[in-house]
């Protein structure tokens, strides 16, 4: 494929998100920045949620693990329904019944003061390190099979894709964000179909022949029962409710569009509309995974040795150029959710929790405004700076390492919302950073050495209920204790 081609494409896609912007970020204020004016249609959200929740990650890895795991990701995915459930019934009506615009804003009602600094402070690392990584993947494409023809930095690329986010999300904020997440679902989705369907027809066979072929094959392998094994069905039933639960329930920018929607019945919605796409969705990726491998059976392709790379080393160097841009605008758009939504919520979480920006009656509207434009671009160069770390850094396992330790912070989150809606303690509130500090290290042990200390068990994604655990016993530990 020509660069001129990918790049003309890759324009002509970021000018739809433009038109969107300067549709929806007219007359905009703080108040549609943070919450949509609160007139989002449900629908829209539960759609748009789709390309936020599925990041270029997402895109690359989950057909790879197909060749390991088989459909086994499926049993998460069905945990997901678990978990949406639990978000609609328990945490939805919280939100709203105290109104909040950050959902951290709770743990200064319930625990106090450091409490609520340390929930919103490991969403804004988590978020920084996780957004940053699905930024890189994706720009780390651009710049191979765009810019590097043209001898531009990877600096520059970075640069130019920050700007594009920023750009089109500065005035809008969320309002722009459930509209321009719409389109991209629907490129997202575009793609995968379109992937599928060029695989079966070079393959020469019909939709029916390649779901034969899956079904006798070992790809399309479900339920696991060997409990140390880490695609144990029962830990990914659990992993994937407490998943969903942690990573959408109790995460800012997830929220974020829940609380733009005009009451919480149209967000309950929102939550179930979502949920069912999702399962249909997830189940096509893990397709498509099989049809892969199926693929490069057939064709007596060697299979990568990264499985992250199996899908666009397939689509652009064995399908020819159309599946190859098809592959790319789907990157994309998995990847331009992930981010806009990423750095808006970031600007929302350190706005209200940090600046107080909510409780600021004595700042007038043009002040609140200008100091958030001002956090916009601040954290827009704070994900800049970390990308291009990790191109710095050049080992791709240790960018692995520090997505996962990432992923171990929502722990902490969990625990502490567990503790304040289910018991009716407090908390020595100075005590809780440290707490929430213990818990993830103490996962991060147990992760390292489990095979020795637990007789060859494996640790998977249950180690996020672990580490909710630890820290909800680490509360109830340093609870306050009655005065008599």
């Known amino acids: 494929m020509s660069p001129t081609i990918i790049l003309l494409c890759f324009l002509a896609y970021t000018a739809i998100l433009f038109v969107i912007t300067w549709l929806t970020a007219r007359k905009s204020t703080n108040r549609s920045f943070f919450l949509g004016n609160k007139a989002s249609p449900w629908f829209v959200v539960a759609y748009g949620m789709i390309g936020a929740s599925m990041s270029g990650v997402t895109f690359m890895s989950v057909p790879g693990w197909v ?39 709770y743990l200064e009602t319930r625990f106090g003061f450091w409490s609520y600094r340390t929930g919103a ?21 651009l710049q191979v099979f765009i810019f590097d023809a043209w001898h531009i930095p990877f600096f520059v690329t970075v640069l130019i894709f920050i700007l594009l986010i920023l750009m ?50 070992s790809y399309s392998d479900m339920i696991f029962t060997n409990w140390s094994d880490r695609r144990f069905f029962v830990k990914q039933l659990l992993s994937g409710a407490f998943i969903a639960i942690v990573m959408t329930g109790l995460d800012q920018e997830m929220m974020q569009k829940n609380l733009s929607c005009r009451s919480l019945a149209d967000a309950r919605k929102n939550m179930f509309t979502f949920t069912g796409i999702m399962v249909v969705v997830n189940f096509v990726i893990l397709f498509l995974g099989a049809s892969l491998f199926l693929f490069c059976t057939a064709k007596g392709i060697r299979v990568p040795a990264r499985s992250d790379d199996l899908f666009p080393v397939i689509a652009i160097t064995h399908l020819g150029p159309v599946a190859g841009l098809v592959f790319l605008i789907g990157l994309i758009s998995a990847a331009y959710p992930s981010a806009d939504g990423a750095l808006t919520s970031l600007t929302t979480s350190f706005s209200i929790d940090f600046l107080g920006l909510g409780k600021r009656d004595d700042l007038p509207e043009k002040a609140k405004k200008r100091t958030r434009q001002m956090v916009h671009i601040a954290f827009a160069m704070i994900l800049l700076v970390v990308i291009v770390l990790f191109r710095a850094i050049n080992d791709r396992a240790v960018i692995d390492k520090l997505f996962t330790v990432a992923g171990y912070t929502y722990g902490p989150l969990l625990g502490l919302y567990a503790f ?11 005590r809780v950073p440290l707490i929430a500090l213990a818990s993830p290290a103490i996962c991060w042990f147990l992760s390292e050495y489990s095979v020795n200390i637990f007789h060859g068990y494996h640790f998977g994604f249950e180690l ?11 509360l109830l530990l340093f609870r306050k204790r009655p005065v008599r």
């Open 67 to 105: 060749g390991t795991s088989g459909f086994s990701y499926m049993m998460v995915v069905v945990g997901y329904i678990f978990g949406y459930i639990t978000i609609a019934n328990v945490l939805l009506p919280l939100y709203y019944r105290l109104n909040l615009t950050s959902i951290y804003s």
């Open 121 to 141: 402070f490991y969403f804004i690392l988590s978020r920084v390190i996780g957004a940053s990584f699905r930024m890189f993947l994706v720009v780390n494409v």
């Open 168 to 217: 089109y999300t500065f005035k809008g904020g969320i309002k722009t964000i459930i509209w321009t997440d719409t389109i991209q679902t629907t490129f997202m989705l575009l793609s995968l179909v379109l992937s599928v369907w060029l695989i079966i027809s070079s393959m020469g066979l019909s939709l029916g022949g390649m779901i034969s072929q899956i079904y006798r094959s």
């Open 420 to 430: 304040g809606l289910f018991t009716k303690f407090e908390v020595i509130d100075r």
């Open 464 to 474: 996020l209920i672990l580490n909710g655990f630890l820290t909800f016993a680490g």
